[in-house]
């Protein structure tokens, strides 16, 4: 049985926990609507990129050769898998979620007899990854000091990438997040990124256009692109999940520390009962005993 | 004959302009074009570059670079990872662009350099364009 005071320091405690859960939810809501927002604007640059990309790649597919970043290298031995997580924890599942993917997807692809290598965006992905596969990393591209997620960030990945894939490190890339669904639901995403792939929307349109300059220059410059842009929206569907999943994981924290404290606080009240009754029980007792 | 068209300029992070526009002079990879409505369908690469749309309410001018624009009877639409309202434009930035582009010279394989140095050029012409 724990003593009065013991309570009292514990309930003290509890209380201020919920504090800090309640304020680091009320912080995850305002990012999240500014990651949302985020997220939103860059849609329109990604669909038409992607149709754009649709029609041109189809008609390059269809003559049989392409650039390799389309076609590929023409193997698969090596993945590279391109786990992006969160930077901070206190997220629920967010990060475990990626992770638990990935590592499916490696353990899968080494079941195959494959060769993988590792990349991690992101603090926590390479925490947990490190550790199982040490010898398969071959990078990290620290998040950790930006604090609004541009462009310009993932221009930056795309190129290692690229460079990786230039200097024929791996035939076949893919990309791990998390897709926003909505606060309580984020939904591991893979995305293979080289050789890539764009989803025809509209049959194809390429066909009555014309390329200025030729259509497979157009297609070589903008490949690389669409690796960014790939890499781009996925790391802003990571950035709203991250804040959803923060939210919905502190607002869990602070009702269960409401509950523990009600529980506390019963205990308190029952026990400094205890102690009244006792004392009374003793001076009763000692004054019969005269 | 229409005499306006939907003119849309996007950059990854954000819609820079969405509006009708009765002409756009684009910046294309071999040379500056207009685009009126009614052009024919036509998708080309861009330069570093000054973009020009002119709506009912005046002519916009944007400093862009990098990415492409889709041409079609009725729209235009400028895909460019670098996108700038000209007023915004300052020296940092065009040295940036700059920078970035003499990086890429300098690591380019010998049968695109052809293609890097013309790069240059055109962001020394913007340069002098803006002064």
């Known amino acids: ?290 | 004959m229409a005499d306006t068209m939907q003119f849309d300029l996007v950059s990854p992070e954000r819609m820079l302009a969405s509006m009708q526009a009765s002409e756009v002079q684009i910046p294309g990879a071999e040379g500056d074009m207009t685009a009126m409505p009614d052009h024919m369908p036509l998708i080309t690469t861009l330069r570093p570059g000054i973009l020009r749309a002119t709506g009912s309410d005046g002519t916009q001018e944007f400093v862009v670079s990098g990415g492409f624009a889709e041409i079609t009877a009725t729209s235009a639409s400028v895909l460019a990872e670098n996108a700038v309202p000209r007023s915004e434009v300052t020296p940092d930035f065009l040295e940036k662009l700059r920078k970035e582009a003499e990086a890429a010279h300098a690591q380019a394989a010998p049968e695109v350099q052809d293609y890097t140095a013309k790069a240059l050029a055109d962001l020394a012409h913007l340069a002098d364009q803006m002064v």
């Open chain 1, 1 to 290: 049985m724990p003593s009065l005071k013991d309570l009292k320091t514990r309930i003290e405690s509890v209380k201020s926990t919920r504090k800090i859960t309640k304020a680091m939810q009320m912080v995850a809501a305002a990012k999240l609507r500014r990651a949302q927002e985020a997220a939103e604007a860059s849609r329109p640059y990604a669909e038409r990129f992607n149709a754009v990309m649709a029609g041109l790649s189809a008609s390059a597919m269809a003559s049989g050769q392409g650039p390799k970043l389309l076609t590929g290298t023409g193997s698969d031995q090596t993945h590279l898998l391109v786990v992006m997580t969160a930077e901070r924890g206190l997220c629920g599942g967010f990060n475990s979620s990626i992770v638990r993917m990935a590592r499916a997807k490696a353990e899968e692809l080494l079941g195959a007899g494959k060769t993988i290598k590792i990349l991690t965006v992101g603090k926590k992905g390479r925490e947990q990854l490190k550790r199982d596969y040490e010898d398969q990393f071959v990078g990290h591209i620290d998040l950790t000091e930006v604090k609004r997620i541009g462009y310009a960030n993932a221009q930056d990945i795309a190129k290692d990438i690229l460079d990786r894939f230039d200097a024929g490190e791996f035939d076949v890339a893919t990309v791990f997040f998390n897709t926003f669904q909505s606060v309580i639901a984020q939904e591991p995403t893979e995305v293979q990124i080289i050789p890539a792939s764009f989803e025809a929307e509209e049959g194809a349109t390429a066909s009555f256009y014309d390329y200025e300059p030729g259509e497979e220059e157009i297609l070589e410059a903008l490949l690389p692109r669409g690796v960014a842009t790939a890499i781009f929206s996925g790391l802003l569907e990571n950035g709203a999940s991250e804040q959803g999943a923060r939210m919905s994981a502190m607002d869990n924290a602070t009702r269960n520390a409401g509950e523990m404290i009600d529980k506390l606080t019963i205990q308190f009240n029952r026990s400094r009962q205890a102690v009244i009754t006792n004392e009374l029980i003793e001076i009763i007792s000692g004054a019969e005993a005269l």
